[in-house]
T-cell receptor, first 115, second 115 residues
Framework: AAGVIQSPRHLIKEKRETATLKCYPI?????VYWYQQGPGQDPQFLIS???????DKGSIPDRFSAQQFSDYHSELNMSSLELGDSALYFC??????????????FGEGSRLTVL | GENVEQHPSTLSVQEGDSAVIKCTYS??????FPWYKQELGKRPQLIID???NVGEKKDQRIAVTLNKTAKHFSLHITETQPEDSAVYFC?????WGGGSYIPTFGRGTSLIVHP
C-alpha cells in the first residue's frame, strides 16, 4: 500500500540558509500535517492543510511557511535557519471527511541538521 | 489549548511482565485518544485508539482504558516482548467528523523490555 513520502530524508544546512522539505500524502487523503520532533521529544504540531487550504496552525515560527499544491503534495519552507531548527520533521496525512477514523499516517521523516 | 501529561517517562520491565502507561488531558471536549509507537529513528505508528463513547478497547496484548470523568486514559501491554521496546506516545484530540483535527501528544514513554 502507498505510504506518505517525504524528501529529502536527510538535509544538512548552514545557519541562515534556507531549506525546503517535500511531502507526498497517501493518495485520496484530504489532510496533511507537519510535525517537528527534537531529540528525545514528542512531535510538535506545526501546521496542517485540509483540501489544500491551511486549516490549523501550531507552533510554527514566522521563518517557516508551508503550502499544499493542486496535486496535494505539500512543502515546508524554512528560512534563516537556526541551530535549534535541527530536528526530525514529519509529514502525516489522514482521510478526515466521510470516515470514522482519526489515524494519522506518518512519513519516514526528514532529518534536518543545521551547522 | 489541550495539554496532555504522560507518565512515566521511562519504563523498564522484564519480558513477560505487564506495562502500564498513563495519560491525562485537560480539554473536556477531546473525544479521540490514539496511541502511537515509535521505534528508534522511525516514524510514529498507530497501535490502538479509543473514542470517548467507549470505556475500554482491547487488541490482543494491548488494551486502552478511558475515564472521561477523570480525563485519564491508559495503555496496558501484557506479556511484553523485546520487540515492544520503543517510545509510546499518547495523544488527545477533538474529532467532529469533518475538517481537520490536531492530536496533541504526550511527552512519550520509553519502554524497555529486557529479555
Amino acid at each position: 500500500a502507498a505510504g506518505v513520502i517525504q524528501s529529502p530524508r536527510h538535509l544538512i544546512k548552514e545557519k541562515r540558509e534556507t531549506a525546503t522539505l517535500k511531502c507526498y500524502p497517501i493518495p485520496r487523503h484530504d489532510t496533511v500535517y507537519w510535525y517537528q520532533q527534537g531529540p528525545g521529544q514528542d512531535p510538535q504540531f506545526l501546521i496542517s492543510f485540509y483540501e489544500k487550504m491551511q486549516s490549523d496552525k501550531g507552533s510554527i515560527p514566522d521563518r517557516f511557511s508551508a503550502q499544499q499544491f493542486s496535486d496535494y503534495h505539500s512543502e515546508l519552507n524554512m528560512s534563516s535557519l537556526e541551530l535549534g531548527d535541527s530536528a526530525l520533521y514529519f509529514c502525516a496525512s489522514s482521510l478526515v471527511w466521510g470516515t470514522n477514523t482519526g489515524e494519522l499516517f506518518f512519513g519516514e521523516g526528514s532529518r534536518l541538521t543545521v551547522l | 489549548g489541550e495539554n496532555v501529561e504522560q507518565h512515566p517517562s521511562t519504563l523498564s520491565v522484564q519480558e513477560g511482565d505487564s506495562a502500564v502507561i498513563k495519560c491525562t488531558y485537560s480539554d473536556s471536549a477531546s473525544n479521540y485518544f490514539p496511541w502511537y509507537k515509535q521505534e528508534l529513528g522511525k516514524r510514529p505508528q498507530l497501535i490502538i485508539d479509543i473514542r470517548s463513547n467507549v470505556g475500554e478497547k482491547k487488541d490482543q496484548r494491548i488494551a486502552v482504558t478511558l475515564n472521561k470523568t477523570a480525563k485519564h486514559f491508559s495503555l496496558h501491554i501484557t506479556e511484553t516482548q523485546p520487540e515492544d521496546s520503543a517510545v509510546y506516545f499518547c495523544a488527545a484530540s477533538k474529532w467532529w467528523g469533518g475538517g481537520s483535527y490536531i492530536p496533541t501528544f504526550g511527552r512519550g514513554t520509553s519502554l524497555i523490555v529486557h529479555p
